[in-house]
């Protein structure tokens, strides 16, 4: 059974926030994590020059003797460059960099003052175990050679080279490993780049001696000029798109791809009331629907910030002792900061993080057709932050008659709505009749229309 983490990294069973230094003067009341979406694969990525840390989070939860794992790497990597990480990582950096909900309440329109009655609309926004599993047979006939196998943690890995991608299927199978149709074929590109295969499955015994049911993440560090992750392998066992999530951290900017476009998520975007208690619905129908149109063929920017504050923050920065987990190897000595401060007064600032950590979220929604290369990044100079974030505004309750400004107030919430609707309608697909009955539009607007039916009732 393949974990579905590693589909886009293995073969073996294998609108946009413009900048602004403006404080944000809401306050976040949800947030949309991977949990939306089913199976997303997730992998922290770690870079600096040549410098390179990629932690891998198994999802894998069937028979542990059925795991195994292949990842093309660039080097022969000694034991002391792999790791076993920590899967709480991943869930900090998922909570902190994901697409979020916040609340603004209107100011009572009879306490303004009309020269800055303008300031009501919302700044809008563009939308040893391992030797002996190996058989004692001739590699060298199959092109194969093992450089290297160590046992880290729960997991027997081996390092492997091939001169032919034929062989290095043939070994794989006659070594235990269940192998997808057309195997070979997948690996030939990165046999033909003299690339090493980092080949992991669990060591039954240490498995079952530490008492747990879930494999721990693997980290592994390397120096290569390549910026970039292989997803070909995975697209194998492909039953249709498939996610990925990468949180990309580094020292000077945004990270983006070069061989396929990168746009950024709708941002910005006001939502009905009612979407309050439904937020993850709506972003997972609004990212369903933004992917489809653009075919499956782009990179989705959800988040860039600098990892020491949020604004508004859907959960606590990390703390230097959590980035050095995540394979952040820039940092200092400096003790871990406190996760008590408040999380529902932006900004919110961690404490001083001796070092600049960038935090990129990526997210992906391929299939074997419309991503035919591998992912490959670079680090860009842009440092403008950006967040995928929607409002709630919340009016004043007041009446026509309250104040004279009052009555062009509530024309300007009722416009405000309607647009609302709308805008919601056109991002997920929702049908604008169903909307608009959620919100009450069409019963209030009758109201309002038959307006006698107030002075005889």
């Not at 997808?180 to 060591?203: D, H, I, S």
């Not at 406190?338 to 001083?352: D, E, I, K, L, Q």
Request: hydrophobic share 40%; glycine share 4%; aromatic share 10%.
């Amino acid at each position: 059974m393949i974990p579905s983490i590693f589909r886009w990294l293995i073969a073996i069973v294998l609108l946009a926030v413009a900048a602004t230094t403006q404080a944000f003067c809401g306050f976040y009341v949800g947030r949309a994590d991977t949990k939306l979406f089913n199976s997303a694969s997730k992998v922290i990525i770690v870079r600096d020059d040549t410098r390179t840390v990629i932690s891998m989070l198994n999802d894998y939860s069937g028979d542990p003797k059925e795991f195994a794992l292949v990842v093309p790497v660039p080097q022969v990597l000694s034991q002391d460059q792999i790791h076993i990480g920590d899967a709480a990582v991943f869930d900090r950096l998922d909570a902190f960099s994901a697409p979020r909900l916040a609340e603004y309440y209107d100011e009572d329109p009879c306490e303004r003052r009309p020269e800055i009655g303008e300031m009501l609309s919302m700044r809008k926004f563009s939308a040893p175990a391992m030797a002996s599993a190996v058989a004692p047979r001739s590699d060298a006939a199959l092109g194969v050679t093992v450089e290297a196998t160590y046992t880290v943690g729960e997991y027997d890995i081996a390092i492997l080279s091939a001169a032919q991608s034929n062989g290095l299927e043939t070994w794989l199978t006659a070594n235990g490993y269940r192998l997808p149709a057309g195997a070979a074929k997948a690996l030939q590109p990165y046999v033909r780049q003299e690339m090493k295969f980092f080949v992991a499955r669990v060591n039954l015994d240490i498995h079952a001696n530490a008492g747990s049911t879930m494999l721990r993440p693997l980290q592994f560090a390397f120096e290569s000029p390549k910026f970039m992750l292989p997803i070909r392998l995975g697209m194998l066992n492909s039953r249709g798109p498939q996610d990925l999530i990468a949180f990309v951290l580094t020292r000077k900017g945004r990270v983006e791809t070069t061989n396929y476009r990168t746009v950024r998520m709708p941002s910005g975007v006001e939502l009905p009331l009612f979407t309050r208690n439904q937020f993850g619905e709506v972003y997972r129908a609004l990212f369903d629907r933004t992917a489809s149109a653009e075919d499956h063929r782009v990179v989705f920017t959800e988040y860039f910030w600098d990892m020491s504050w949020c604004d508004p923050c859907a959960d606590t920065p990390l703390t230097p002792d959590e980035l050095r987990k995540a394979g952040v190897f820039w940092l200092g000595s400096a003790e871990p900061a406190s996760r008590a401060f408040p999380r529902r007064r932006p900004p919110v600032a961690a404490a001083p993080i001796d070092g600049s950590v960038m935090l990129t979220r990526l997210h992906v929604r391929y299939t074997p057709e419309t991503f035919p290369e591998d992912l490959v990044f670079q680090e860009t100079g842009d440092r403008r932050t950006f967040q995928t974030r929607f409002v709630l505004r919340h009016p004043f309750p007041t009446t026509p008659n309250a104040c004279p400004m009052a009555a062009s107030y509530l024309r300007e919430v009722r416009a405000r709505e309607e647009e609302q609707a709308t805008r919601l309608a056109t991002l997920t697909g929702w049908e604008l009749r169903d909307i608009r009955s959620k919100m009450s539009l069409a019963t209030r607007g009758q109201n309002e229309r038959n307006w006698w039916r107030r002075l005889w009732n």
